[in-house]
């Protein structure tokens, strides 16, 4: 089973909306929680990272809000924009590099 | 800079056939994965080798084998092709957590 579970599986929002993407997890060996990025016929490229003794991150318009006790994170796009639709992965790695992702979700920005 | 190259980029196969996925990293990444991407599914980890020499098995490990030939390559074989292999598989490295470099990927049949 994938240990890491992510919602929605797809989302539209209207431009200059906010998306929020929600991931969460059981495996508490896990101690780092990236979000990734991809376009279509593109591998993933990273977005944005948060470790667990942080509780939120921002960089430009992309926020990581993290949920220890809960064990849960998410990622909210501010001003989403059509350049953002893309197909978005959260994910979380334990101390070895063995990383698990999410099973994606899809977000179209419609202008 | 190439960063992560993988060939072929495309694989047409019949039931039973076997190949080599190739996957090469030029940035002296200690850790090297291979992934599979499938619809709903995410990306879900086959194989890992968090150093030369070393490998470790992933989520979804079965009917596949890996081999660590430097610090620069690792390959994935496929020794009997079945349609359930069909997929897009995705070869990444990485040295500092979180950010592992994704390439371009392998869309491969099994027809």
């Known amino acids: 089973q994938q240990q890491v579970k992510q919602s929605p599986q797809s989302l539209i929002v209207q431009k200059g909306g906010i998306s929020i993407i929600n991931c969460a997890y059981e495996?508490?060996?896990?101690?780092?929680f990236p979000w990734y990025q991809q376009f279509p016929g593109k591998g993933p490229a990273l977005l944005i990272a948060i470790r667990p003794d942080v509780s939120e991150k921002k960089e430009g318009r992309f926020t990581i809000s993290f949920n220890k006790s809960a064990k849960q994170f998410s990622l909210h796009i501010m001003d989403s924009q059509p350049g953002d639709s893309a197909t978005y992965f959260c994910a979380a790695s334990p101390f070895n590099n063995d990383m698990r992702f999410g099973a994606g979700t899809r977000l179209t920005v419609k202008p | 800079n190439a960063g992560v190259t993988q060939t072929p980029k495309f694989q047409v196969l019949k039931t039973g056939q076997s190949m080599t996925l190739q996957c090469a990293q030029d940035m002296n990444h200690n850790s090297m994965y291979w992934y599979r991407q499938d619809p709903g599914m995410g990306l879900r980890l086959i194989y890992y080798?968090?150093?030369?020499?070393?490998?470790d098995k992933g989520e979804v490990p079965n009917g596949y084998n890996v081999s660590r030939l430097n610090k620069r390559e690792f390959s994935l074989r496929l020794e009997s092709a079945a349609p359930s292999q069909t997929s897009v598989y995705f070869c990444?490295?990485?040295?500092?957590?979180?950010?592992?470099?994704f390439g371009q990927g392998t869309r491969l049949t099994v027809v």
């Open positions: 080798s968090a150093s030369e020499g070393t490998t």
């Open positions: 990444a490295s990485s040295d500092f957590r979180p950010e592992a470099f």
């Open positions: 495996n508490t060996a896990f101690d780092y």
